[in-house]
């Protein structure tokens, strides 16, 4: 049980990259500008600076997922729509303790705590959250939830989560049906925390994530994840264009030319370095045969992904440098890659060229109210579940 527990506060450091409006740190690179003119470049380094210093705000962000054609899912198109909605407002302690955690990977944020938790001791403490997470996906996708879970998933449902004074409140009134609590429950997260700190926790987690006591396909995936929070070394494939938003709002859109990246020598160098690892080892593929087929790789390129977009954009409030809305997409279209594949006689069976496929990801946040008090208080009834509850298992 600490194990998951650790985990979980762990991610809850993480996840503040989402709304991560005020939470930067000081060595955080600078905005990626491109070909852009050193005023439009200023006003991306303002906007940066500026979102340094909000303390409290309100944030409506959606989270899109779709997949279509592709064999063995329970529908023609599977959809999963996440939208949250809350007040966020941080003390001077959590602020502190937040910018040095976000743009860490986990292996770097689990390092930091081993040295030091009090950051994420102050993070709890002093971070306020009110939101609702609502959920939306497709029936059979739910069903398939229900068979594996072996209780039932409904296809629509809403969760309250009040975080105050270290304690995380949860409306799960959606699963009464399923034996939750009606009305609010409360759990001491700050008082679970420290109790993993005193048991000496993370300085164990991060000795079991030190590369050396890794096996090669893990520590390639934890590099791999570094790697993507770090993303300058793509800058020569990246563009970003300005254009105008609504009331003068300065909208900068980025986007990666993938086709180009996966031709360079950039990337075959990382493909080798993964392979020299062993992150494809349960492939079956020798580094020798990956690194074989990698100039065919590089020449395919441009067809294979010709029809994949990588992509975000930030609008930014000239007036006072705030960034009011992000965005980032996925999306790939697969059709052209399977027509392609028909024609040279390499299309499973199972597929059919003529049928759409695709997948795609795409998130949406909205920032407003920039530090504006929030009014957040912990729910009067709610009832709380003692910190023992969670050890009643063995330490795993």
């Known amino acids: 049980m600490r194990s998951k527990m650790l985990g979980l506060l762990v991610v809850l450091a993480l996840v503040l990259g989402t709304f991560g409006t005020a939470f930067a740190q000081d060595e955080m690179p600078a905005p990626f500008c491109g070909d852009l003119s050193e005023e439009d470049c200023t006003l991306l380094k303002d906007a940066q600076a500026a979102m340094m210093e909000v303390s409290s705000y309100k944030a409506s962000a959606t989270y899109d997922a779709s997949v279509a054609g592709i064999p063995g899912l329970p529908a023609d198109e599977v959809n999963v729509n996440v939208g949250v909605d809350g007040s966020f407002?941080?003390?001077?302690?959590?602020?502190?303790?937040?910018?040095?955690?976000?743009?860490?990977?986990?292996?770097?944020?689990?390092?930091?705590?081993?040295?030091?938790?009090?950051p994420l001791v102050d993070l709890l403490n002093g971070w306020k959250v009110d939101g609702t997470i609502n959920v939306d996906m497709t029936p059979e996708l739910a069903d398939v939830l229900t068979a594996q879970a072996g209780i039932p998933i409904p296809a629509t449902f809403a969760v309250g989560l009040i975080l105050a004074d270290g304690v995380l409140y949860a409306?799960?009134?959606?699963?009464?049906?399923?034996?939750?609590?009606?009305?609010?429950?409360?759990?001491?997260?700050?008082?679970?925390?420290?109790?993993?700190?005193?048991a000496g926790v993370f300085a164990q987690a991060a000795a079991q994530m030190d590369p050396a006591n890794l096996d090669p396909a893990t520590a390639a995936s934890l590099g791999v994840s570094s790697m993507m929070l770090n993303p300058q070394q793509f800058e020569q494939f990246m563009?970003?264009?300005?254009?105008?938003?609504?009331?003068?709002?300065?909208?900068?859109?980025t986007s990666l030319d993938v086709a180009?990246?996966?031709?360079?020598p950039e990337f075959a160098d990382m493909i080798k370095g993964l392979a020299d690892a062993g992150a494809f080892a349960e492939s079956g593929l020798t580094s020798a045969e990956i690194e074989a087929n990698l100039p065919m790789l590089g020449m395919m390129a441009p067809m294979i992904f010709a029809d994949l977009k990588i992509g975000s954009s930030v609008t930014i409030d000239p007036e006072n440098n705030y960034v009011t809305?992000?965005?980032?997409?996925?999306?790939?279209?697969?059709s052209g890659l399977l027509q392609m594949a028909a024609m040279s006689g390499q299309l499973p069976s199972?597929?059919?060229a003529s049928a759409p496929m695709a997948i795609s990801f795409t998130t949406n946040v909205d920032n407003s109210d920039f530090d504006v008090p929030q009014e957040i208080e912990a729910p009067a009834d709610a009832m709380m579940l003692p910190a023992e509850a969670f050890y009643a298992q063995p330490a795993q």
């Open 89 to 118: 407002a941080m003390d001077e302690a959590a602020m502190a303790a937040a910018q040095g955690l976000v743009g860490k990977d986990q292996q770097a944020v689990t390092a930091a705590l081993a040295e030091d938790a009090q």
């Open 171 to 198: 409306d799960l009134g959606a699963f009464k049906d399923l034996g939750a609590p009606e009305g609010w429950i409360g759990i001491p997260v700050g008082e679970l925390l420290q109790a993993q700190v005193d």
């Open 239 to 253: 563009t970003v264009e300005r254009s105008e938003g609504d009331n003068g709002a300065a909208v900068f859109t």
């Open 260 to 264: 180009s990246l996966v031709a360079s």
């Open 325 to 334: 809305n992000s965005t980032s997409e996925f999306s790939w279209d697969l």
């Open 350 to 352: 199972e597929l059919d």
